[in-house]
Structure formats: structure tokens, C-alpha cells
């Protein structure tokens, strides 16, 4: 079960720190995976990180997203910072390979 939280209404320019809570998987060994769907469109991926710490992003989050886990937490975080209005989205969390989607956190930036 993964459930995602942290988002809200910000203005453009300002940050938010998603978190998402993963139970019933052996959280530290899997990769985990960050998502997000904009109104209208496709679900995309944005930020990874595997059980070892190393991370990689899409370009759109590049240098303004930093993910990370808390092992002992079963949790992974999504800080972003400059946050823009095309980050208007609902932020999913999934394991790599995904399995059912949990709920999303819906991130509102306004101009």
C-alpha cells in the first residue's frame, strides 16, 4: 500500500517536500519511483532512487528535485524547489517495477 502526502496550493517559485509511506513490501530493497499526472494528461515519470541511494530524474525536475528514502520509515520523499505552474499535477509514489497505484497528492502552483 503506498499513500502519498505533502501537497498543496504554493505559488510559483516556492517548494513543497512530498512523502510517500509504503507498507506491505520489503521497502529497503526495492527501488522507488515518483510519478505525476497533470490534468489532462498521461501519468509521467519523474525521480527514482534505488536501495542503494543513487537517484536520477526527468529532465523536467532536473536540479530543482531531490528525492530520498527513509529506510526505517518506509517512507520516500520528493522535495522540489522553483516550482512552477507546469508542476500542477497529482505526485504518485510506486516500487519499480510498479504494482497498484495508491493514493496521489495533489500539487497546485499558482502563478
Known amino acids: 500500500q503506498l499513500q502519498a502526502s505533502g501537497g498543496g496550493l504554493v505559488q510559483a517559485g516556492g517548494s513543497l517536500r512530498l512523502s510517500c509511506a509504503a507498507s506491505?513490501?520489503?521497502?529497503?530493497?526495492?527501488?522507488m519511483d515518483w510519478y505525476r499526472q497533470a490534468p489532462g494528461k498521461q501519468r509521467e515519470w519523474v525521480a527514482r532512487?534505488?536501495?542503494?541511494?543513487?537517484?536520477t530524474y526527468a529532465s523536467s525536475l532536473r536540479g530543482r528535485a531531490t528525492i530520498s528514502r527513509d529506510n526505517a520509515k518506509n517512507t520516500v520523499y520528493l522535495q522540489m524547489n522553483s516550482l512552477t505552474v507546469e508542476d500542477t499535477a497529482v505526485y504518485y509514489c510506486?516500487?519499480?517495477?510498479?504494482?497498484?497505484w495508491g493514493q496521489g497528492t495533489l500539487v497546485t502552483v499558482s502563478s
Open positions: 506491505g513490501v520489503i521497502f529497503s530493497v526495492k527501488a
Open positions: 510506486n516500487v519499480v517495477p510498479p504494482g497498484r
Open positions: 532512487i534505488f536501495s542503494d541511494g543513487k537517484t
